[in-house]
């Protein structure tokens, strides 16, 4: 398309995740809010009235549209696949949440009919835009550090999510920790070869959705590097999100945020702001960056920042993760059936 006109967009999900999305359109000069779409009707009105912008309660509408350029997919998370699918066979590009389905053959479906549609299919894995963790991922690649020798990921959410949120995420692997696991990628490159994870619930209602709250995930690479990830569902003091890269030269942090930088001196030590609360505002600048790009890629034939292979691998970890965490063994990467014969060598996916 023409990089002086605006990108028409159709929304689809108004929940929270909707609403960020919102809020990035409406800080992007090129990029248009023409339709927002949900099953509740009276917020998908006053939202249309407040944005100045059409609504619909289904998708079929939208899609149809001649001057909707693009899809985002918001919607709840079972919704997804199908709503991909629809878009994509609408003939318009694609900007989803993850997951982009429940298991490898959907992802894989899905990314099959966009390489045929000739469509991009852009998966907002959102943290790769994050300015800090950007920043020290092209750190490691620049070789700051020098030789990779360990990376520590934390995160650990707040506030906590309701017990109705957790008995449809899937489970801590695929809604929290897959996130990390495409961050180890982001920021090495390459994928490791064996996986151990170990974790508990402290959260009573957690623990009888047969769910995880606290893990510790070990990751082994075949340089000798190694990597963890700790994640849990609650930290009292706010959201923490940490990454630390440390090599033969020296080491990287990306650090938590906070509101203001106002420290407190006094005889009583130093007293400093509390993190940030929630991940709206943690991530806000990701948020709008990842629609940047994806308009970029759009207008300009930009590659995907987040391919295929990106969202197979994180999701093959994260089931990989959990079935470690299951027989409480370390698995080796390359036991997984998936990757006996990847369909990125089959040119009939």
Not at 101 to 113: A, H, N, P, V, Y
Not at 237 to 258: H, T, V
Not at 267 to 278: A, K, Q, V
Not at 339 to 345: D, Q, R
Request: proline share 6%; net charge negative; charged share 25%.
């Amino acid at each position: 398309m023409d990089s002086s006109e605006k990108l028409n967009v159709a929304l689809l999900g108004l929940g929270r995740a909707g609403r960020f999305h919102i809020q990035s359109i409406q800080s992007i000069p090129g990029i248009n809010l023409r339709y927002v779409v949900d099953v509740d009707e009276p917020l998908a009105r006053r939202l249309a009235k407040e944005l100045e912008c059409d609504y619909s309660t289904d998708a079929d509408g939208p899609l149809g549209q001649a001057d909707v350029d693009a899809v985002i997919v918001a919607s709840p998370t079972h919704e997804h696949y199908a709503q991909i699918q629809a878009a994509l066979e609408a003939g318009k590009p694609v900007f989803t949440e993850k997951p982009l389905g429940s298991s490898l053959e959907e992802i894989d479906t899905c990314f099959g009919l966009a390489k045929r549609s000739g469509l991009p299919l852009f998966v907002g894995f959102n943290r790769r835009f994050d300015p800090s963790f950007s920043s020290l991922a092209r750190g490691v690649k620049e070789g700051e550090v020098g030789v990779l020798q360990m990376l520590r990921v934390t995160s650990r959410d707040s506030p906590m999510p309701t017990m109705d949120y957790i008995s449809t995420s899937h489970g801590i692997f695929h809604d929290c920790i897959v996130h990390d696991f495409d961050m180890l990628r982001f920021i090495t490159g390459v994928d490791p070869v064996e996986v151990y994870s170990v974790g508990s619930s402290f959260v009573e209602g957690i623990g009888a959705l047969g769910d995880l709250d606290n893990v510790l995930v070990a990751l082994r690479y075949d340089n000798g590097m190694i990597a963890s990830i700790d994640v849990n569902r609650f930290a009292s003091y706010g959201y923490d999100q940490r990454i630390e890269a440390f090599g033969s030269k020296g080491m990287l942090q990306a650090e938590n945020r906070s509101p203001v930088s106002t420290v407190l001196s006094s005889g009583d030590g130093l007293l400093r702001p509390t993190i940030e609360h929630s991940f709206p505002t943690r991530y806000r600048e990701a948020y709008r960056q990842e629609l940047v790009a994806f308009s970029d890629c759009l207008r300009e034939g930009a590659p995907m920042p987040v391919t295929h292979e990106d969202v197979r691998i994180s999701f093959i970890l994260s089931e990989l993760g959990e079935q470690s965490h299951r027989e409480a063994k370390p698995l080796r990467v390359t036991d997984h059936p998936a990757l006996k014969h990847s369909p990125m060598e089959d040119p009939e996916k």
